[in-house]
């Protein structure tokens, strides 16, 4: 397969691929959105990491809060609980990867903190309305 090039502006919630070895995708949240529980990756024994690329970002772990602006990368080892949101007055966009990736993907937890059902953490990635990379449909 030729290289391709993948533009955020074109599809800013995009996932490029989406393979048992890596997921890599951009997302954009608005101010104010609501940053969700916190989930890990110690199901899959994934390490994510994040750039930013636009706007500042809050990372909030268990124990910290990192803001990271563009140019700035964070990390998050699998048994690390965290959750996103924007950390500003204007949107962000960040790019991310999973590593590896998969199934499942997410531990997920309640706002109290205790863990969740085990269930499938991403359904159906696509850039700009197509399959990601390595997906495919169920005929």
């Known amino acids: 397969m030729p290289a391709q090039t993948f533009d955020w ?3 800013p919630s995009g996932t490029i691929i ?4 890596v997921r890599a995708r951009f997302l954009r949240r608005e101010p104010g959105d609501p940053p969700g529980n916190f989930h890990s990756h110690e199901e899959s024994e994934g390490i994510e990491t994040w750039v930013v690329l636009e706007g500042a970002v809050r990372f909030e772990f268990e124990d910290r809060t990192v803001i990271a602006t563009p ?3 964070v990390v998050a080892y699998p048994r690390e609980r965290h959750r996103i949101s924007c950390a500003g007055d204007e949107p962000c966009v960040y790019f991310l990867t999973l590593t590896p990736h998969r199934e499942p993907t997410h531990t997920f937890y309640d706002a109290d903190g205790t863990r ?6 991403t359904v159906n990635p696509t850039w700009q309305g197509e399959p990601a990379l390595g997906e495919r449909r169920s005929a």
């Open 116 to 121: 969740l059902p085990t269930r499938d953490g």
């Open 18 to 21: 989406a393979v048992p070895e």
């Open 9 to 11: 502006r074109d599809d």
């Open 71 to 73: 140019g700035q990368a």
